[in-house]
């Protein structure tokens, strides 16, 4: 069973970064998985920000966090990573980390997602 625990979310001021982390367990090195990051604010939809696929490490990124957010993993401490530069106050959210059983990476539906954390706060004030 995949279990997947988030941590380094806070509150930080317009133009700072943050670096959030996705522990992982349960994954098999044998399979292939994409991973995802999620943000979902208050009264909106959740929208996967970036996404990279175990097998090539290749990745994916929504268009608004384009050049300031780095998605990547390491391989030996199995964790997940988004490192997020520039912040607005529209990227106030809560970020989740989430995995799938795939080929490819290009899936943003949240639906398709079988495995996800518990979530971690990201506050980003003006």
């Known amino acids: 069973q995949v279990q997947l625990v988030e941590s380094g979310g806070g509150a930080v001021q317009a133009g700072e970064s943050l670096t959030l982390s996705c522990a992982a367990s349960?994954?098999?090195?044998?399979?292939?998985?994409?991973m995802g990051w999620f943000r979902q604010a208050p009264g909106k939809e959740r929208e996967r920000v970036a996404g990279?696929?175990?097998?090539?490490?290749?990745?994916f990124y929504r268009d608004s966090v384009k050049g300031r957010f780095t998605i990547s993993r390491d391989k030996n401490k199995n964790t997940l990573y988004l490192q997020m530069s520039n912040l607005k106050p529209e990227d106030t959210a809560m970020y989740y980390c989430?995995?799938?059983?795939?080929?490819?990476?290009?899936?943003?539906?949240?639906?398709?997602?079988?495995?996800w954390g518990q979530g971690t706060q990201v506050t980003v004030s003006s």
């Open positions: 349960g994954t098999s090195v044998y399979n292939r998985y994409c």
């Open positions: 989430a995995s799938r059983l795939a080929y490819g990476c290009r899936e943003v539906d949240p639906v398709m997602y079988t495995h």
């Open positions: 990279i696929y175990t097998a090539d490490s290749s990745t």
